[in-house]
């Protein structure tokens, strides 16, 4: 990437903690559209702020492309909550020969330093985040993605409920393609729209779809892509944001989904048992049904 001396921010860190100049390039791959943190050539960076990621291997790993695509002697700030791998940031910058100043405000650690001339375990940490086979999935994928390593259970719940489908589709929140590549096995699906907001998401699951009926998009599945008298969706909405629990946003997938459906048209989704689904299924569509309930999931189908 030819950006030579710009500076970036990696997610959403909080400007009182974290000054970020105009025109920062953002690089989080959980942003649709934003830049590739990976595609920066090594020492071409000025500077970086970085909201680090919870997941360990995943922080690491985005620590990691961040330092390499600095300049010898360019600052880099990284900040997250204590609870949430903020407690960990210093050794694991210093385990990178990083020497590091670090504050606490607002249950975050802060941590400032500089890009060293030849930092260390850098190809080490960035193999380990990157994009792989996971043993307990059997598919491309990456850690901080949704149940990067194992088969999520609500999704092969939905699996077994699944009826015959037919026409076009989508599946609203794709993730690696778990449930793309059950809907695709069947012979009447053409084409079906994968939407992910998260761009990790989307490269695996180009790879585990070797089918010309899919259809990739990296966006926010709430309101993008335009998609328009679909016959059925498939969706196992998330119902978290920044770590919190939110149980709108899976009420928002069920708008979405509602919204791009033809008439006569369906929703199957799976949701966690104690999520309140059912006021706004019952609000919008014509006729729900639950279809299945096990490993504190339930499943249901919903037709417009």
């Known amino acids: 990437m030819s950006d030579e001396g710009a500076f970036c921010v990696y ?6 903690l974290a000054a970020t100049p105009v025109g920062a390039v953002q690089v989080s791959p959980g942003v649709p559209g934003a830049s590739r943190l990976e595609d920066f050539a090594p020492e071409s960076l000025a500077g970086a702020v970085v909201a680090a990621p919870p997941g360990a291997v995943e922080r690491r790993y985005t620590l990691a492309l961040a330092l ?6 360019a600052p880099l700030t990284a900040l997250a909550p204590k609870v949430k791998g903020g407690s960990r940031l210093r050794k694991e910058l210093e385990a990178f020969g990083c020497q590091v100043a670090e504050a606490a405000r607002q249950h975050q650690r802060i941590c400032q330093t500089v890009r060293p001339q030849a930092p260390s375990g850098l190809d080490a940490a960035i193999t380990a985040g990157g994009p792989q086979i996971a043993e307990g999935l059997g598919l491309w994928t990456q850690p901080g993605v949704f149940s990067w390593d194992r088969p999520d259970p609500g999704s092969l ?8 489908l037919s026409g076009r589709g989508a599946d609203l929140g794709c993730g690696v393609g778990l449930l793309a590549r059950a809907v695709l096995a069947q012979p009447c699906v053409s084409p079906l729209d994968l939407v992910d907001y998260e761009r990790r998401a989307v490269e695996a699951a180009r790879r585990n779809l070797d089918d010309p009926r899919a ?20 969706m196992n909405p998330p119902f978290h944001d920044g770590g919190l629990e939110d149980k709108e946003l899976g009420q928002a997938f069920i708008r979405r989904g509602h919204q791009i459906l033809r008439k006569g048209g369906v929703v199957w989704l799976v949701a966690n048992r104690h999520l309140p689904y059912e006021g706004v299924l019952g609000s919008l569509f014509s006729k729900v049904a639950l279809k299945g309930e096990g490993g504190g999931f339930k499943i249901f189908e919903a037709r417009k």
């Open 215 to 234: 259809d990739f998009h990296w966006a926010d599945a709430r309101s993008a892509p335009d998609l328009a008298g679909l016959d059925f969706v498939v």
């Open 11 to 16: 997610g959403a860190p909080p400007t009182s």
């Open 68 to 73: 390499r695509a600095l300049k010898p002697g």
């Open 157 to 164: 719940l939905l699996i077994t409920a699944l009826p015959s």
